[in-house]
C-alpha cells in the first residue's frame, strides 16, 4: 500500500455515498479510506472525516494531503460547476491522481439550466489535466421517488409525458466502487436501470404501491425540454450502456414496507 493510496469520497454521507462507504471498505479493507464534510464529526467504523468546504474551496486541499483517488459524489440543485471548480483546485495542489466524477445521461444532450452546469461539471473535471473517471447514471429511484410522493399529495395527480429509465443507487454504487478501485478510464458507459418507463407508468405504481386513489391527468411538456424528453434524450443511447438489476417496482416494495 502507498503513500498516496488513500480514497477521498466527496458526498459520503449522501444518498449514493451512504451505499459507497461500506462498499469500499468491503473492497479494499486495508485502503486508508476518507470522507470531505462541512462539519467536524468522529471517525467511525475505520472512516477518516475531513473538514472543508467545497462551495469556497476552503481547506479542501489541506483535506485531500496524501489523498490518490477522488471520488467526487458531492452535488446539490445548484452550483455543482462551482463545486467542481473548487475540488479540481485542491486536487491539483494536492497531487491527486485520478478523481472518478458521477454525472448524469443527457448533461451534454438535455436543454435545461440544471443539465448545463452538470455539462460544466464535467468540464471542470476533464480539462483538469488530472486523470479521470467519469460515469453518466439515470435518475436514482429515490430522487423519483421523492418528485412522485410530492405530486401524489396532491388531489389531480400530473403524469408530464415523458420516459425515465431511473436506477436503484445502490447499483450505481457498486459501479463507482469497482471504477475508483480501478485505473482512469475516461468516459465509460453509461448506467441506466433495467426498464424504461412513461411517467404515468411511475405514477400509477406509486400510487398502488401506498394504496391511495387519486386521479392521473397526463400533462404535454413544452417547449425544448418536452421535446427532448418526448425523444429520449435523457435514456442511455448506447448499446455499451450498463444496465442495473433493480426495478422501480423493487424499490417501492421496499420503500413501502419500510
Known sequence: MTADSTVLVTGGTGTLGRHVLPLLRQAAPGRPLRVLTRSPRPD????????????????????????????????????????????????????????????????????????ATQRAAEEAITGSGIPWTLLRAAQFHDLVHLMVSKMAKLPLVPAPGMRLEPVDARDVAQRLVELTLGE?????????GPKVYTMDDVVRGYLGAT???????????????????R????????????????????????????
Not at 462551482?82 to 472518478?100: D, K, M, N
Request: charged share 20%; net charge positive.
Open 44 to 115: 467511525a467504523d475505520g472512516i477518516t472525516y475531513v473538514t472543508g468546504d467545497l462551495s469556497t474551496g476552503e481547506h479542501v486541499a489541506t483535506a485531500m494531503a496524501g489523498v490518490g483517488t477522488v471520488l467526487h459524489l458531492a452535488g446539490g440543485n445548484k452550483g455543482d460547476d462551482v463545486i467542481a471548480t473548487h475540488l479540481v483546485a485542491a486536487a491539483r495542489e494536492a497531487g491527486v491522481r485520478h478523481i472518478v466524477h458521477i454525472s448524469v445521461i443527457g448533461a451534454d444532450r438535455m436543454p435545461m439550466a440544471w443539465f
Open 184 to 192: 482512469p478510464a475516461g468516459l465509460v458507459a453509461e448506467m441506466a
Open 211 to 229: 394504496g391511495r386513489r387519486r386521479p392521473v391527468l397526463g400533462l404535454r411538456m413544452p417547449g425544448k425540454a418536452g421535446r427532448a424528453y
Open 231 to 258: 425523444e429520449g434524450v435523457n435514456l442511455a443511447r448506447s448499446a455499451r450502456a450498463v444496465h442495473g438489476d433493480r426495478t422501480w417496482e423493487a424499490f417501492l416494495a421496499e420503500r413501502v414496507a419500510v
